[in-house]
């Protein structure tokens, strides 16, 4: 006999530890590989970031240096000439630029200026534009004072359409006075193509930078992703004298490990940044191969040891099974004993439920006749009869109430009560069943109605909202074990569209409210999120199933009604039933006059076919209707009352029984004639609804026999003129 997998016992501790390593040491490990190798990682970057910008800061330097002596060299043509006399050997300095010009790649187009801004010679021209230059930065500084050498931003030479920045030194009288400009043309692309052979491929920002922040020459990432960072971060790296790699942030909040040097005594610096991507690609990788690797060593190695568990805890279970064998012989004997003494009564209880079923048709049949006909008798003696027989026809009234709540009984019992829906006085239902909610609660806690004198009549089921009175004080008084208070409250309320944004059941309009308020403990947010859910409770094992405040809200839903919880921390907590009022009850006081004419309207001139084998019944229904000013067309069962639709009778409501001989039922019956005039009124009726309606509400109107004279006239009458509203 296979032994209970809860009775299997555990492995040793020694080997649950073993799996746990198994499955834990592999990947320790790997995160350690991984961190030496982060660090690596970030110290070999570091390592390169200084190289390069090392490297980077020497060539311009040597780019500056060179570009000063042709510099010079330019300063040499006109030494000893004044500009007239320079104007006169214009050819001869055109000649000297043009020679220095061919013979330097990093500085091109050397301009001479005269001291009022006018090009004397340039080295691209001849006979040089007549251009003038007075506006330009690199002259505005050195007219003002500025002696040393200047770096002017990129701009797209006038001659040579190139864009490239200037590097340019003032001409000076023998007393210090400004005296004119020689500059050349430095085209960044010079320093970039050195720079991508320098630091290779990737995505890197390498640039010169002036101490003003302007990028003269720069080495942008290829990917449009990132974003180098901002010359101002990078400069403040120099100025603050941090020599080593340190990290900066870019636009779109990346990170860059970067530096900046300065370019010998010049106003320059050479910048270099790398992109924390681009540093922890190689890593990335690295680290998902390491913890594939750990992880299939973790798995292989927790697999063997899951095994030898498994192992362990066979031969411990095939031991302990050889042990207990007489043990469970004996209570596999006990458990059949228990299940045929359960199975005998399930069969008792169904064969009972079968009974009951069978004869609640039959017997409420009799029940609508009985009452039909005492209501009948009614109407007809009116003030002549007497004491003696209206006691009578009273008492035989009574009876009938009797039994119907007696067979209501019998089909609960049996699990073949439908829901049923019916207008209630919700302050006389809450008035009524207020002792036995005290009984529940205890004599610790007492109960306080507060019942709003002018609530209009709800659609509800009494026995189910009973329950679910019941269920909320019980909670209530769960959540007060030391006592407190409960209270009970109905009013009108308004529901908008907002207030049932979670509720799809339910439209927005008047609503009867049933509030159930504790004095307790309250609930916790989470607690309160979740306090609907089925099988969910905070009570203790064996104090609550977790179904209570679901099957209210399953309930409630049902109704096409809503429910609402509102709970605080040791503030209590309260649960609203939101139920749908019955049709025209919250309309303006002129409408039920209105309702109650066309009503008398559509019993005038309104056809109502009965569908009914029992003939006292159909008799008496039919007799009832055509009293209240009805035309009836009565069928004994479905079949002929289909021929009578499709024949073309002109029918405004179908009032039919919903278990019928000859194949068809009420349900169907009601849904052929739906398919054949979709505007008819349908109203059924039934005791007992067996297969034919299960335990759910159908998608028509349900009437529970036996039913009253003046509720059945009222119901046919509703639908007779909703019914000629819709055809008009």
Excluded at 133 to 144: K, P, S, T, W
Excluded at 498 to 517: F, K
Excluded at 609 to 623: F, G, P, T, Y
Excluded at 658 to 687: N, Q
């Amino acid at each position: 006999m296979p032994e209970p997998e809860s009775r299997r016992p555990p492995p040793p501790w020694s080997l649950r530890v073993l799996l746990f390593a198994s499955m834990l040491l592999p990947f320790l490990a790997a995160g350690l590989f991984s961190w030496q190798d982060y660090r690596r990682s970030m110290a070999g970057a570091t390592r390169q970031v200084e190289r390069i910008t090392a490297v980077a800061t020497e060539h311009a330097l040597k780019v500056v240096d060179t570009n000063g002596l042709v510099l010079d060299r330019m300063g040499e043509l006109l030494q000893g000439l004044s500009w007239p006399e320079a104007r006169a050997q214009r050819e001869r300095i055109y000649n000297g630029l043009r020679g220095l010009d061919q013979r330097v790649n990093q500085l091109r187009v050397l301009h001479i200026v005269e001291p009022n801004g006018d090009l004397l010679a340039i080295s691209i021209a001849w006979p040089p534009p007549q251009v003038n230059l007075r506006g330009r930065d690199y002259f505005r500084h050195h007219a003002e004072g500025f002696t040393n050498t200047y770096f002017g931003e990129p701009l797209v030479g006038r001659t040579s359409g190139e864009v490239a920045f200037t590097m340019s030194r003032p001409r000076l009288t023998a007393d210090g006075r400004f005296d004119g400009v020689y500059l050349g043309s430095v085209p960044p692309d010079y320093f970039v193509q050195h720079w991508r052979t320098l630091a290779g491929g990737g995505e890197r920002a390498i640039a010169l930078l002036r101490d003003d922040g302007q990028v003269l020459a720069q080495s942008a990432p290829a990917s449009a992703s990132l974003a180098p960072p901002s010359p101002g971060s990078l400069l403040q790296l120099a100025r603050a004298g941090i020599t080593e790699p340190s990290w900066v942030r870019d636009a779109r909040g990346g990170e860059w490990l970067a530096t900046a040097r300065r370019v010998g005594q010049e106003q320059l610096y050479v910048a270099y940044a790398l992109p924390h991507s681009e540093i922890l690609g190689a890593w990335r990788r690295d680290t998902a191969i390491t913890f594939a690797i750990a992880a299939a060593i973790a798995f292989a190695l927790s697999f063997v040891t899951w095994l030898a568990c498994n192992r362990w805890v066979a031969e411990q279970a095939a031991l302990d099974r050889l042990a207990r064998t007489a043990e469970a012989l004996r209570e596999q004997i006990r458990k059949r004993e228990r299940a045929e003494e359960q199975l005998a009564q399930a069969q008792r209880l169904e064969a009972m439920g079968r009974l009951t079923g069978g004869i609640a048709h039959d017997f409420n049949n009799l029940l609508t006749a009985i009452l039909g006909t005492v209501q009948m008798l009614e109407h007809h003696l009116g003030s002549q009869a007497d004491d003696r027989t209206r006691r009578l026809l009273g008492a035989a009234r009574d009876a009938v109430a009797r039994g119907a709540r007696l067979n209501s009984s019998l089909l609960t019992f049996a699990r073949r009560q439908p829901l049923k829906r019916e207008a209630l006085d919700a302050n006389a239902l809450v008035s009524g069943f207020e002792p036995l909610i005290q009984r529940a609660l205890g004599e610790a806690v007492p109960l306080r109605l507060s019942l709003s004198a002018n609530l209009p009549p709800c659609e509800a089921d009494a026995a189910q909202l009973e329950a679910a009175l019941l269920n909320l004080a019980i909670n209530a008084r769960d959540a007060m074990p030391d006592g407190g208070e409960v209270e009970i409250s109905t009013r009108t309320a308004w529901l908008s569209r907002a207030d049932l944004m979670s509720n799809e059941d339910a439209r927005p309009g008047p609503y009867a409210e049933i509030r159930v308020t504790d004095s307790g403990s309250g609930m916790e947010p989470e607690v309160l999120a979740r306090a609907f859910e089925p099988f969910f409770t905070t009570k203790g094992p064996g104090r609550g199933t977790g179904l209570g405040l679901s099957q209210v809200f399953g309930f409630v839903r049902q109704l096409g009604g809503h429910v609402a919880i509102r709970s605080e921390m040791r503030r209590g907590s309260s649960v609203s039933l939101y139920l749908p009022l019955v049709a025209g009850i919250a309309s303006a006081p002129a409408e039920p006059q209105q309702q109650r004419q066309g009503a008398v309207v559509a019993m005038a001139s309104a056809t109502v076919l009965v569908a009914e084998d029992d003939i006292q019944v159909r008799e008496m229904v039919s007799e009832m209707l055509r009293e209240a000013g009805f035309r009836v067309l009565a069928a004994i069962d479905g079949r002929q009352a289909l021929d009578l639709l499709e024949r073309g009778e002109k029918v405004d409501v179908l009032f039919s029984d919903v278990v019928m001989p000859g194949g068809l039922s009420g349900v169907e019956l009601a849904r052929r004639a739906r398919a054949l005039c979709p505007s008819i009124g349908v109203l059924l009726a039934s005791g007992y609804t067996g297969s034919a309606l299960g335990t759910e509400l159908p998608e028509f109107d349900l009437l529970a026999k036996p039913y009253q004279r003046d509720m059945l006239v009222r119901r046919i009458a509703a639908m007779a003129q909703e019914a000629r509203q819709t055809v008009a």
